[in-house]
C-alpha cells in the first residue's frame, strides 16, 4: 500500500505531484460541470448568463489564491494573483480576436461555446507544455529571464505606439495551411469537426468543417498570445505551479466571459495602453531585481492592479463621452 502512495509525494517541477493532481482534477472537474451539466446541448449563451458563469470562475480562482496563501505563504499568494491579473488582462486582447474569427467563419452563436470548451482543454495542455519549456530553460539558462525582459519591454513598447489593425483572416498562414492540406466542408455540420461523406468523385472520404477551422485558429490565436503572457509571468515568478495555475485559471474564467466581453470588447479600447505599460514594468522588474534586489510581491501586485484599473476605467469613460457625442456627428 505505502509502494502506491510513496509516488504521489515524489517532487515533480518544485511541487509534490499530489499538489499538481489536486489542481488537475479541480480543472477537470470544472470543465465536467461546465459541459456536462450547464451546457449539455448547443445553445446561445445570454450576457446575464455569461456574468454569473464568470463570476463563479473568478470566484474560484480566487479561492484557491486563498489555499496557496495558506500553503505556501503570502509571497506565492501575491505571485499567483500577480499572474492571474495580468494573464487575464491580456487575454481581453484574445477575446477581439476570437470575436473576428466567429464572425470571419460565420459561426452559429449555438456553437461558440463547443469551440471554446475544446480550444480550452488544447490550451491546458499547449500552455503546460510552453511553461515546462521555459522553467527548463531559466533553471539551467538564467540569462534568458534578460531576454524575456526586453522582450516584454519592446513588447510594451511597441503597443503604445502600434496603429489598430484588424488582422487580415482570409490570408492568415495558418488558415491557408489548412484549406491546402485539408477537405473542408461548403458548410456546418451541426456541431461536428469532422464528418464522413461524399465527395466530388462519389466516393467516401473525411472532411474538416468550418467549425474545426475555426477551433484551430482560436488554438492559434492563443498560441501567439502566449508568447507575451509566459514571459510577463516568469517575470514575476519561477515557480511553475504558480505561472501554470495563474494562467490555466485566468483562461478558464476569459471563456466563460467571452459571451458578455464580445459584445463590449469595443468600450476597452484604451486598456491596451494599460496593458503595454504593465508588460513595461515587468519587463523593466527583471532588471531592476538584478541590480537593486527582488522587490516586495504585493509592490508589483499594486502597480500591476492599478494600472489595469486605470485602464479601464480610462476605456469606460472616454467610450462613453464618445458615445454621447456620436448622435451629433
Same mark, same amino acid.
Request: no cysteine; aromatic share 16%.
Given at each position: ?115 471554446? &470548451?475544446?480550444?480550452?482543454?488544447? *490550451?491546458?495542455?499547449? @500552455?503546460? !507544455?510552453?511553461? %515546462?519549456?521555459?522553467?527548463? $530553460? #531559466? ?119 467571452? &459571451?458578455?466581453?464580445?459584445?463590449? *470588447?469595443?468600450?476597452? @479600447?484604451? !486598456?491596451?495602453? %494599460?496593458?503595454?505599460?504593465? $508588460? #513595461? ?49
Amino acid at each position: 500500500m505505502d509502494s502506491l502512495i510513496a509516488p504521489v509525494f515524489l517532487d515533480f517541477m518544485g511541487k509534490p505531484v499530489w499538489v499538481w493532481l489536486t489542481f488537475v482534477g479541480l480543472v477537470l472537474a470544472l470543465l465536467a460541470f461546465d459541459l456536462g451539466i450547464l451546457n449539455r446541448r448547443d445553445r446561445e449563451i445570454g450576457v446575464r448568463e455569461s456574468l454569473r458563469l464568470s463570476a463563479f470562475y473568478i470566484a474560484v480562482a480566487l479561492l484557491f489564491g486563498g489555499w496557496v496563501w495558506w500553503s505556501m505563504g503570502d509571497t506565492a499568494a501575491a505571485q499567483y494573483y500577480t499572474g492571474f491579473f495580468i494573464e487575464k488582462s491580456l487575454s481581453l486582447d484574445n477575446v477581439f480576436i476570437i470575436s473576428l474569427i466567429f464572425t470571419y467563419f460565420s459561426v452559429p452563436r449555438a456553437y461558440q461555446h463547443r469551440v471554446l &470548451f475544446w480550444g480550452i482543454l488544447g *490550451v491546458i495542455v499547449m @500552455r503546460g !507544455l510552453m511553461i %515546462a519549456a521555459g522553467a527548463a $530553460l #531559466v533553471s539551467e539558462f538564467h540569462w534568458v529571464l534578460y531576454v524575456f525582459g526586453a522582450f516584454l519591454l519592446l513588447t510594451g513598447v511597441k503597443m503604445l505606439f502600434a496603429v489598430d489593425k484588424e488582422p487580415d483572416l482570409a490570408n492568415n498562414p495558418a488558415l491557408r495551411f489548412l484549406n491546402r492540406h485539408l477537405r473542408i466542408t461548403d458548410g456546418f455540420r451541426g456541431q461536428k469537426f469532422f464528418v464522413r461523406e461524399a465527395g466530388p468523385d462519389g466516393r467516401t472520404a473525411l472532411y474538416a468543417t468550418p467549425l474545426f477551422l475555426a477551433l484551430m485558429m482560436v488554438e492559434f490565436a492563443d498560441l501567439i498570445f502566449a508568447v507575451d503572457s509566459v514571459p510577463a509571468i516568469f517575470a514575476i515568478t519561477t515557480d511553475p505551479y504558480i505561472i501554470y495555475t495563474s494562467n490555466i485559471f485566468a483562461i478558464l474564467g476569459l471563456r466563460a466571459l467571452y &459571451f458578455a466581453l464580445a459584445a463590449m *470588447v469595443h468600450r476597452f @479600447r484604451y !486598456l491596451k495602453y %494599460a496593458l503595454a505599460l504593465v $508588460l #513595461v514594468f515587468i519587463g523593466g522588474k527583471i532588471f531592476y531585481t538584478q541590480i537593486f534586489g527582488k522587490p516586495d510581491p504585493l509592490v508589483s501586485l499594486g502597480v500591476t492592479l492599478t494600472l489595469i484599473a486605470g485602464g479601464v476605467a480610462v476605456s469606460l469613460l472616454k467610450t462613453r463621452s464618445e458615445g454621447k457625442r456620436l448622435p451629433a456627428e
